[in-house]
């Protein structure tokens, strides 16, 4: 099945921002971390963690703490953040799905596009799997299989390639300055979610995913 009003045979989603908040649950696993090393860490702080994985994020955390941290510090500091944030996803159900995110799903689908998801996160089957939303997919990728984090294109190029097609056959949605940037060095049009000044790269900014339309791409 195809559909007259698109050119797209692909739609890749971000999680964390476009499908569900974990944005939260990830700021309150690194405060705890910060705040135990001594780094200032605020909401504002935490923006710029979207996008970026682990050891990623806790590097900028690190940077502004009194003192150096050894190798072994940081995995052991990393896991700590980890083993909180899984206990905070835990608690995920599917009425933690942003307002239009299954309803944008579902759509894409029903209009014979395939659907993927490119995130970062280890975490993100689990994230899935509490949001009942796993089976909404064609394929996801593997965090762990992903060498460069956002902004880097590996991920959405990945995606594409795990569905067989080509980038410029998808269009990429995130909500994330570093993931509309690994969208656009993808080669892919860029939905973004949020802000038009902040999000300055994406072809089209929707306040929310209950204004995605595919019939607007
Ligand atoms: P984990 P996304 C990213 O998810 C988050 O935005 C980022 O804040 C987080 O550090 C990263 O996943 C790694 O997550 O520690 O669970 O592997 O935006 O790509 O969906
Ligand atoms: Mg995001």
Redesign the pocket.
């Known amino acids: 099945m195809t559909h007259a009003n698109t050119r797209y045979k692909a739609v890749i989603f ?5 499908i569900t908040d ?2 939260h649950y ?1 700021y309150l696993a690194w405060k705890r971390t910060a705040d135990a090393v001594g780094a200032p860490f605020d909401e504002e702080f935490n923006e710029q ?6 050891m ?2 806790l590097a900028l955390i690190l940077a502004r703490a009194p003192r150096s941290f050894s190798s072994e510090e940081k995995l052991a500091l990393a896991d700590a ?2 083993r909180h ?1 899984q206990e905070l996803i835990a608690t995920m159900t599917p009425g933690d799905l942003l307002p239009g995110a299954l309803e944008a799903l579902v759509a894409v689908r029903a209009a014979g596009l395939k659907t993927g998801l ?7 089957f689990t994230v899935l799997d509490r949001l009942g939303i796993r089976d909404r997919f064609d394929t996801v990728v593997d ?1 762990a299989r992903i060498a460069n ?2 902004p880097h294109p590996e ?1 959405f190029l990945t995606a594409a390639a795990q569905l067989g097609l080509d980038p410029g056959d998808c269009l990429g949605v995130e ?2 300055v570093a ?1 509309v940037a690994s969208i656009k060095d993808a080669g892919m049009v860029a939905v973004g979610v949020g802000k038009p000044e902040v999000l300055t790269r994406a072809d089209r900014v929707i306040p929310s995913m209950l204004e995605f339309r595919l019939e607007d791409y």
């Open positions: 971000d999680l964390d921002g476009v974990t944005a990830h963690l979207k996008g970026v994985d682990r990623g994020s953040k980890n944030y490119a995130s970062v996160s280890k975490n993100a965090a984090s956002k991920i909500d994330a993931g």
